[in-house]
């Protein structure tokens, strides 16, 4: 079941939200539990039990690790956290790495959530969580369980055992929640098909131009995509009286590689910085400690988006940008007036999503070079015909990935009507993916 489905708007989330609204606040995570199973079981009912196990698992290392930590059992401690890793990294890889069983969906997001408690625990950031009906429902709560943002135990753990549903709660998040579906349906979706139709061009015969074209329809697809989905996550989540922390902020207005990166996908970045970078060192131990960090979180980052060579040559990609501007380029940049630093950011982004876009990774990286050099001519009448019929979509969704259209978001107005568009688009559509169910 997606957000961005008739069978979802209509019936799954008016139906649960009665539920949820008429059920006393004390038995609130039992339905929030029960309906994200529902939720899930809908569309995965195998991998149900995959979750569940997840959960379960991690509730009771949480439980013995805090035991251990109350009576100073340091070796118990260290093997109850290195056999939780272990077992969810090895689940991880069977199914999203062996290429035999088909992937979960959802299994990186929750899989990274039940690993960050377990390592909260261990380092006595949060209490473990005795009732397992509020860890339930953590780990499976339907708005953010199939794509995220990551969410820690720790920025939801007050809300879990006490939240507030008001009418301004609702009335926000019924607003975010009609954003994000905008920008799912009426940007997304629209935008996606130039890519579908540039990717169908023999390399022999697509122009520079057409090339942009292209790439620049997927980074904006994958974009309006992701952070839509992200806002209806907010929007849900803050139906319910939970408050999930931001997970974009504009990155294609950004200056350089690593204010980009620092806007994009901000929960999976946060996570990877405080379970990976600094424990590795972070920047503490010296520049080229600092530049072999990053190396590994960049290429662990491109691992965790799927098998495919061309993810690990994506995420090796970034880290070698991030390593050089550490290096010269951010020097550069300051001096430079900001435009030339958007340039290049947008030009290295749109580079680099084409990498990621298309899986054999020799065709990825042909389309890459010919953004700048490897097309036979600039333009030809492909170009001319995509720009007449995709131009002024291709124009308005720049506009509104960098910021253009911030402030329509908060107009009831502008709401209602990306809502009923949005139904009327869905009802006839037959394309609508979510490009993130993939990772």
Known sequence: MVFSSLLFIFRFLPAFLAVYRLTPARFRNQVLFAGSLVFYAWGEPVYLMLMLFSAFFDYGNGLMLEYAKKHRKTGL???VLTG????NLSLLAIFKYSGVLPLPVGISFYTFQTMSYTIDVYRGEVPAQRNLWAFGAYVSMFPQLIAGPVVKYRDVEAELAARTMDVRGGYEGIGRFCTGLGKKVLLAN???LLWEAVQKIPPEQMSMLTAWLGSGAFALQLYFDFSGYSDMAIGLARMLGFH???NFDYPYTSGSITEFWRRWHIS??????EYV?????GNRKGFLVQMRNLLIVWALTGIWHGRGWNFLIWGLYFGVLLILEKCVLLRWLARVPRLCGHIYTMAAVTAGMTIFAVED???GLRQAWMLFAGAPVFCNM???WLLSNYGILFFLCLLGALGAGKRLGKYPAVWAAAGILSVAYIVDASYNPFLYFRF
């Open 77 to 79: 401690a260290g093997v």
């Open 382 to 384: 492909q170009s001319i």
């Open 244 to 246: 999930l922390k931001e």
């Open 361 to 363: 990774p020799g065709g």
């Open 84 to 87: 939780s890793i272990l077992v």
């Open 190 to 192: 629209q935008i996606g």
């Open 277 to 281: 970078y600094i424990p590795l060192g």
């Open 268 to 273: 999976l970045g946060q996570w990877f910085r």
